[in-house]
């Protein structure tokens, strides 16, 4: 991704050589999309079949409770299914379409993770036990926001400088040779 926007940055056709390596990489890229789809089917079958009935209810809060949106379209289906088809309609032949894929991978590994930290806080640990609801309710405060938001920045920025600072200096270097 971030060198299919590096390249249009500078207005630059990719070499080959470069491009050989995307192609790999995105062969990499399909092959860890598949084993993530295989991962997520384990971690569900593994607590529907012998976990704890916290796990199982952390579990249905992903297929049918309040994380179910996040899940259902973030996680599988914008971060999961539609890049993956992505890469085998193009047959890993289109620098975009991989840039696409990766953005949309990215969007959904960040729900991914998002979504085990809520259902951690959401399932009540003495489920059962009392008269609490099934789910509680849990919102990232403005501090957890803006934490995330920084780190986006700074990933951001240190593309763009490097690209300002690195990517000409590497991209004169190999017209010399």
């Given at each position: 991704?971030?060198?299919?926007?590096?390249?249009?940055?500078?207005?630059?056709?990719?070499?080959?050589?470069?491009?050989k390596?995307?192609?790999?990489?995105?062969?990499?890229?399909?092959?860890?999309?598949?084993?993530?789809?295989?991962?997520?089917?384990?971690?569900?079958?593994?607590?529907f079949?012998?976990?704890?009935?916290?796990?199982?209810?952390?579990?249905?809060?992903f297929?049918?409770g309040p994380?179910?949106?996040?899940?259902?379209i973030?996680?599988?289906?914008?971060?999961?299914?539609?890049?993956?088809i992505?890469?085998?309609?193009?047959?890993?032949?289109?620098?975009?379409?991989?840039?696409?894929?990766?953005?949309?991978i990215?969007?959904?590994?960040?729900?991914?993770?998002?979504?085990l930290?809520?259902?951690?806080?959401?399932?009540?640990?003495?489920?059962?036990?009392?008269?609490?609801?099934t789910?509680?309710?849990?919102?990232?405060?403005?501090?957890?926001?803006?934490?995330?938001?920084?780190g986006?920045?700074?990933?951001?920025?240190?593309?763009?400088?490097?690209?300002?600072?690195?990517?000409?200096?590497?991209?004169?270097?190999?017209?010399?040779?």
């Open positions: 991704m971030f060198t299919h926007f590096a390249y249009k940055l500078r207005n630059e056709k990719i070499p080959h050589h470069i491009l390596g995307l192609h790999s990489a995105g062969k990499i890229m399909a092959l860890v999309l598949f084993l993530i789809i295989v991962a997520t089917s384990w971690r569900f079958i593994s607590f079949v012998g976990g704890a009935e916290q796990g199982r209810l952390a579990a249905e809060s297929l049918k994380l179910a949106i996040n899940f259902w973030f996680e599988i289906t914008i971060g999961l299914v539609v890049p993956l992505i890469l085998v309609v193009s047959q890993l032949k289109s620098v975009p379409s991989k840039a696409i894929a990766a953005m949309m990215l969007v959904g590994q960040f729900f991914q993770r998002y979504d930290v809520v259902a951690g806080q959401i399932v009540p640990q003495s489920f059962g036990w009392d008269d609490l609801p789910y509680f309710s849990y919102i990232p405060s403005l501090a957890e926001f803006m934490v995330t938001l920084g986006m920045c700074v990933v951001g920025a240190g593309f763009l400088l490097g690209e300002r600072f690195f990517g000409q200096k590497f991209n004169q270097k190999e017209h010399h040779h």
